[in-house]
Each structure stands twice: as structure tokens, then as C-alpha cells.
């Protein structure tokens, strides 16, 4: 049984390419971002393709469509998720600081685990 007070983010100092964590936290974010609408982009290309080749147009339909309660919560799960990654390594660090993880603690933690 895990120790629920552990922080589950790999352990391990990330590295850091700038003076100030925050540049590297904001650096984190915009590529994260940057890979999710890369993502988005090679998506919509696919769509458009399809859809041109089969003489659909779908700008109309698509401005007025109104999602199902499912695909709402589908959606909104997801973009929980994008932005639970879009915010890991701030998190990372509140959480770290908040419980003042240290590597002696986590070596503590291991030693319980392993003694059970």
C-alpha cells in the first residue's frame, strides 16, 4: 500500500536553464502547449483533407453544434487532464515545498514501504 502524503512526480532535480525557476516552469508550460497545438494542427489538416476530398463542408454545422452532456464531460476531463500537464512542473514545486519533500524523506518512505 502506498503512503498517500508521498508527491507522485518523478524524483529527481530537473534541470534548470534559467536563474529564475519561474522562467523554466513558463518554459515547461509554452512547450507543452506548443506540442498540443502541433498536435491540433496536424489533426485539423487530416479533417480538412478528408472532407475536401469527399466535397463536405462542415463550417456551418460545426459553428452551431451543441455537444451531448457525455461528450461535455469527456471534453472537460480532457482538459483537465492537458492542463494538469500544462501545470506539472508548478505543481511539482507547490507540492514539494508544501510538504517539504526532501530526499531524506522520501529515503524514509522507501524504508517503510520496504519493512512492510
Not at 534559467?18 to 506540442?35: C, G, K, R
Not at 483533407?49 to 466535397?55: D, F, N, P, T
Not at 507540492?95 to 524514509?108: C, F, K, W
Request: no cysteine; glycine share 2%; hydrophobic share 40%.
Amino acid at each position: 500500500m502506498s503512503d498517500p502524503t508521498v508527491a507522485r512526480y518523478s524524483k529527481g532535480k530537473r534541470p534548470e536553464f534559467y536563474a529564475d525557476p519561474a522562467m523554466d516552469e513558463a518554459m515547461s508550460m509554452i512547450m507543452v502547449l506548443s506540442s498540443e497545438l502541433f498536435v491540433l494542427r496536424e489533426r485539423l489538416d487530416t479533417f480538412e483533407a478528408i472532407a475536401a476530398e469527399k466535397g463536405v463542408m462542415l463550417s456551418e454545422e460545426i459553428d452551431s453544434y451543441e455537444p451531448t452532456q457525455e461528450l461535455a464531460e469527456q471534453r472537460e476531463a480532457r482538459k483537465q487532464e492537458f492542463f494538469d500537464r500544462l501545470f506539472y512542473v508548478a505543481n511539482k514545486r507547490a507540492t514539494e515545498l508544501a510538504t517539504q519533500d526532501t530526499s531524506g524523506r522520501y529515503e524514509s518512505v522507501l524504508k517503510s514501504i520496504a519493512e512492510e
